[in-house]
């Protein structure tokens, strides 16, 4: 095998080995769609997430019944972007389980394994639901979208007359194999990745510096080994379009560019990376280092006809192809508008959150562009969990697994859709994960052992028998992965929102009690208690499925949909309680939250307007026709219209609520009404509005508890 060079290398190793999650804020799909079985119906249907097939949430219905095959009926989660300034913040929780363990140091918190946590996003600007059918050509092969049916992508796999220096239509074999592969591609299909980045991967060699014991890597259709094949995925099986080597290995060390060149109209951005939370803090440097976002990062460049891209993955195997070796930088956002050095500088005085540049996207181009590029990625401790447990970590207070995301700041001021992914590595320390490559590899000619091996007989002495160990080397290097449904980020459209942090109340998990639901999880508000300043504000908003039935086959689950209601569906509401703990809402009469709540999205609505929305799920659009809050086209109106049923049967499943600001310091409990059988399911909150000082004193309390908890022994 090609060995890469030594720098090369060092990010390879990095990548060692990655195992079993689930993703439930932002709700991860684990491949879901709108099943209505137990299990997931496609588990290669947008990515290999090597996870259980139960788990996951449908995506998001807009209104009371099933989206179906109907795009404008499915509802995105709708968080609004950061601001320029330092401290506008718009803060998301993202919250996983990991079923193997994670967090602590050899010294203070001694572990089973090695592990990090990878999250990462990718963005687009948005269009709107209705455009999703229209222009079909533009749209279907890089429009990031969740689709209405499970199918996968048709896609044709490249062949050797593409190569072949003796055909002079290569070329034209490429072209039509494309041309094909574009037509299987559907609008009805879920897309996050591209055909061209995969059709990138099957060309591109695989990095022969990589460990892969005694796995045997098979050959790709153009008679080599390529990216498509990994120790984990030997066989290069397809699972959407995602390149299983860059899965697989983080950094990764090419761009992860979707297309042949920068698609400045549609403005995909490659993975950006969100944070790198880890058991091994003295790597941050070299994760930074080899993250994308603020780092050029090279590939071969070749000319041939139409495609420009082929094998080599190292500088002298490219010129030998004929290519050019050409260093490409990450970006954010290209601002088309700004077309001077003197503009771009101004606009970079301007955001305090991303590296703003005047510079060429590629190193083979003199000209220049204002380009935004994202933060350097969050490398900081991952929070302890035990192995062989789904459940909640003391590092984030008796919570499941937690990272307080702060999203974006797109300059531009335009709507992007976007989608996350949260990556799970493990390893233990049965081999060197830093000194390990290739010349470890299984070569039995050459005399070579590899340090592991398939299901081994160990020797334990005292003149017994060998036993058998199981241990099965390619999940030594296992890819678990969840991925959000599609949401979108919206630019801050109020002059109320400048300079302001804005913290995103959701609600996680869905129909179902505990071993029907697991390993996705019960209804609860996240966060369902949280210190905020009065300067802040607080962006109430939820989504839900009407198809999450758990209906057979249950796989090795229990199936079924306990619950109120109306079978397979969410719901959820928001009401003021008397109490933190009190079982009854109060009426809107004996309410005092309500009374110190302004709408941010909606100034003109009342405290009866808000609280309306609010315990009706968005049936009800306010307490009275108003021009900017109930329009008069058939919006429902407290005590008018058709009556709400009591259990939420006829409201919307999701409902994108207000951002609501603050006129003084308050408290609310709160609860969802549907959702609260007590002895076995209490979906409840509370909110405390403090002084600006209270709340750093929180934040900082809250951040000290956590360091004070990596540090202890356990």
Not at 153 to 173: M, S
Not at 482 to 497: G, I, Y
Request: aromatic share 8%; net charge neutral.
């Amino acid at each position: 095998m090609r060995v890469l060079s030594s720098s090369l290398l060092l990010l390879c190793v990095l990548g060692y080995v990655l195992c079993d999650v689930y993703m439930h804020n932002p709700r991860g799909s684990n491949n879901r769609l709108n099943e209505r079985t137990a299990v997931r119906r496609n588990a290669n249907r947008l990515f290999d997430s090597q996870n259980n097939n139960r788990g996951g949430y449908n995506t998001g219905d807009a209104e009371s019944t099933a989206a179906n095959n109907d795009p404008n009926k499915q509802y995105s989660m709708q968080y609004y972007q950061s601001g320029p300034e330092a401290a506008a913040e718009s803060r998301l929780i993202v919250e996983w389980t990991n079923q193997h363990g994670c967090g602590g140091s050899e010294d203070s918190s001694p572990h089973k394994l090695n592990c990090d946590i990878v999250i990462q996003y990718m963005c687009q600007n948005d269009v709107d639901q209705s455009a999703l059918r229209a222009n079909l050509a533009e749209n279907k092969d890089n429009l990031l979208r969740d689709g209405l049916n499970t199918q996968n992508n048709g896609y044709q796999q490249p062949n050797r007359q593409e190569i072949n220096e003796n055909n002079p239509n290569r070329n034209a074999v490429y072209t039509n194999r494309m041309s094909g592969n574009l037509n299987q591609i559907g609008m009805g299909r879920g897309y996050h990745e591209s055909m061209v980045w995969y059709d990138m991967c099957r060309y591109r060699e695989a990095n022969g510096g990589l460990f892969t014991a005694d796995q045997r890597l098979n050959n790709g259709n153009l008679g080599y080994k390529d990216s498509s094949r990994t120790r984990q995925n030997p066989n290069g099986n397809r699972s959407g379009f995602e390149c299983p080597e860059e899965r697989d290995y983080y950094p990764y060390w090419f761009p992860t560019l979707m297309s042949q060149t920068y698609d400045q109209a549609r403005q995909t951005t490659p993975w950006i990376d969100m944070a790198y939370l880890t058991s091994n803090t003295s790597r941050c440097d070299l994760i930074k280092k080899g993250s994308f976002n603020q780092n050029g990062i090279p590939r071969c460049v070749v000319n041939e006809g139409d495609r420009t891209y082929g094998r080599a993955i190292t500088e002298a195997a490219c010129t030998a192809e004929g290519g050019t070796w050409v260093t490409f930088q990450s970006y954010l956002e290209i601002l088309t508008s700004i077309t001077t050095e003197a503009a771009c500088n101004a606009k970079a005085a301007t955001d305090k959150r991303n590296k703003i540049s005047w510079i060429s996207l590629r190193s083979d181009e003199t000209a220049k562009k204002c380009v935004v590029q994202a933060p350097e990625v969050d490398c900081t401790s991952a929070p302890w969990t035990r192995v062989n447990h789904n459940g909640n970590s003391p590092d984030s207070q008796g919570n499941a697994s937690r990272y307080d995301a702060v999203l974006p700041y797109f300059p531009s001021d335009t709507k992007k859709r976007c989608v996350m992914r949260l990556r799970y590595n493990i390893s233990t320390d049965d081999y060197d994960p830093f000194n390990t490559n290739s010349a470890s590899n299984e070569d039995i000619q050459e005399g070579v052992v590899s340090p592991i091996e398939q299901n081994p007989l160990v020797d334990v002495g005292a003149s017994a028998r060998p036993l058998r160990l199981a241990l099965n080397t390619n999940q030594y290097g296992r890819t678990f992965q969840d991925r959000s449904h599609v949401f979108r980020m919206l630019p801050r459209d109020s002059a109320d929102m400048t300079g302001k942090i804005i913290h995103n109340l959701n609600v996680r998990g869905k129909r179902g009690n505990i071993v029907q639901t697991y390993p996705a999880v019960e209804y609860d508000f996240i966060p369902n208690r949280a210190t905020v300043s009065t300067s802040d504000l607080v962006h109430i908003q939820w989504t839900g499925s009407n198809t999450h039935n758990n209906q057979p086959n249950g796989g090795d689950g229990q199936t079924g949909d306990a619950g109120e209601g109306q079978g397979g569906t969410d719901r959820s509401n928001f009401l003021e309680m008397q109490g933190e703990i009190e079982n009854y809402p109060a009426p809107f009469e004996n309410t005092t939250f309500w009374a110190n709540v302004k709408s941010v999205t909606q100034p003109s609505a009342t405290a009866k307007d808000i609280a309306a929305g609010f315990f009706s799920s968005g049936y009800y659009c306010g307490a009275a026709q108003s021009a900017n809050v109930c329009n008069q086209n058939g919006d429902q109106v407290l005590g008018t219209g058709g009556a709400m049923n009591d259990l939420l049967n006829n409201a919307p499943a999701s409902y994108f609520g207000h951002v609501l600001k603050f006129t003084g310091k308050t408290t609310v409990a709160y609860m969802c009404s549907r959702n609260n059988n007590f002895s076995n399911r209490s979906q409840k909150g509370i909110l405390w509005v403090v002084d600006p000082a209270d709340a750093a004193k929180s934040q900082a309390a809250k951040k000290s508890r956590r360091r004070s908890f990596v540090m202890k022994n356990l």
